[in-house]
């Protein structure tokens, strides 16, 4: 029973039930935050992490080894040959548009095989004014997932041939299609490579770090991108991105970032290393506590008579679930029982705005120490069919927990739903 808060006593014996029913997939995602902790520490102590890394740098950074440190020991993990961690990295788009700027040359074909990238991508890759891929004659096609979600490998061996760039997105994004586990990942690298060897694979890897025990590097991706308001900031990166994998990509993606020539060997650090450090030292028990949250509450809302995706006891590849609310009501007080269990702005009630790049309102609950940081427990929901709402984060598993019991309490409140 809890503590602190109220809730119903039929609401608090479906959590313990739920909970019970997570026993194996939590025994599941602890011994995976064990493989990525040692996995972490080990990184840092190949690296020979000192003290003085820590510190930071001003101006031109050359010469910035806290920098330089940070990037072996992001690749070590990453099973990447190299990486490009930078605070200045404005979000995880920004990531991903470098790396495709960096490979893509006018005439190459970038080949999306996960359908049509995230959203957020629209305006970097066909835009028609600014300077988009599309505007600099890169080429695009895309192999649309299966109805089932799954990915259609058959059309993959027809037009992987002439690509210059395979382009995979893990995560979902805003669909309920399954997300893509390092597995399949793999089964795709071994298609696109198999007609052409020298596909350059990108992997969009946002929300999917140290989720599974290995990486898309590890099982043959050319580049990984994420942001570090996500899983490898630990919740306490304030800010930045990366780029992992081969050697002379990173190098071009870095080309891209500073300047043609000087690359890596510029940027000062100014005082966020220490943070970049410590955040990633955190990132597998902070990672731990989020696919934790995500796994009750695909289990809880079971209980209560929605659908989740994923299941509490599927295999997950990203911190993120999707549960099928069914209308606009209960959208809204999903969101606000979330905000309200947030340590920042609790007091807040979110409500539904017209979103930029949106055809319908969104509703966004979020209440962090970090602005838009999504590795703390956030939802957000567009206000249209299915009426689903997505669902991530969650610093801590005992605070997360209290976050979805307070958005389930707030539709009992409501009365829309009934135990
Ligand atoms: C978060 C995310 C991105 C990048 O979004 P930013 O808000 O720019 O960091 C890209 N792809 C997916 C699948 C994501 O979840």
């Not at 081969?246 to 043609?260: P, Q, S």
Request: with cysteine; aromatic share 8%.
């Amino acid at each position: 029973m809890s503590c602190c808060f109220n809730f119903d006593k039929e609401l608090e014996n479906l959590a313990k039930q739920a909970e019970e029913n997570c026993t194996e997939s939590f025994a599941r995602i602890d011994h995976t935050a064990r493989c990525n902790s040692e996995k972490v520490l080990k990184a840092f102590i190949d690296n020979r992490v000192g003290e003085m890394h820590l510190k930071g740098t001003t101006g031109y950074g050359y010469g910035d080894d806290g920098r330089d440190k940070l990037d072996a020991v992001f690749a070590q993990i990453l099973g990447a040959e190299d990486a490009l961690v930078r605070h200045n990295f404005v979000n995880g788009t920004h990531a991903i548009s470098t790396a495709l700027f960096g490979v893509l040359r006018p005439g190459d074909l970038m080949l999306s095989l996960t359908g049509r990238p995230y959203d957020t991508l629209n305006d970097v890759i066909f835009g028609e004014y600014g300077g988009s891929l599309t505007e600099f004659g890169v080429k695009y096609d895309q192999i649309d997932l299966l109805p089932d979600g799954r990915v259609n490998f058959g059309k993959i061996n027809e037009l992987a041939r002439s690509c210059k760039v395979a382009y995979i997105q893990r995560s979902r994004g805003y669909s309920l299609r399954p997300s893509i586990t390092v597995s399949e990942i793999s089964e795709m690298v071994d298609s696109v490579k198999s007609v052409n060897p020298e596909a350059i694979i990108i992997v969009d890897n946002c929300y999917g770090e140290l989720v599974e025990r290995v990486e898309p590097c590890d099982v043959g991706a050319d580049l990984i991108v994420g942001s570090l308001i996500k899983n490898l900031g630990g919740g306490i990166a304030e800010t930045g991105g990366y780029i992992a994998g081969k050697k002379e990509l990173i190098e071009l993606c870095a080309y891209r970032l500073t300047t043609v020539g000087t690359g890596k060997e510029v940027g000062c650090s100014l005082n966020m290393n220490r943070s970049m450090f410590m955040g990633l030292f955190h990132a597998p028990e902070t990672v731990k506590n989020a696919v934790k949250t995500a796994t009750f509450a695909s289990a809880l809302f079971r209980q209560l008579g929605f659908t989740a995706y994923p299941n509490h006891n599927e295999y997950r590849t990203d911190i993120i679930t999707a549960i099928k609310l069914g209308s606009k009501e209960n959208l809204i007080a999903f969101c606000e029982g979330i905000q309200s269990g947030s340590p920042i702005d609790s007091f807040v009630t979110p409500e539904p705005w017209d979103m930029p790049g949106y055809d319908s309102q969104v509703i966004m609950a979020a209440g962090a120490f970090t602005m838009g940081a999504s590795i703390e427990l956030s939802a957000d929901a567009p206000l249209r069919e299915p009426y689903a709402v997505w669902l991530q984060g969650g610093l801590t598993y005992d605070t997360g927990r209290t976050g979805i019991m307070l958005a389930a309490q707030r539709m009992l409140d409501k009365g829309l739903i009934k135990i």
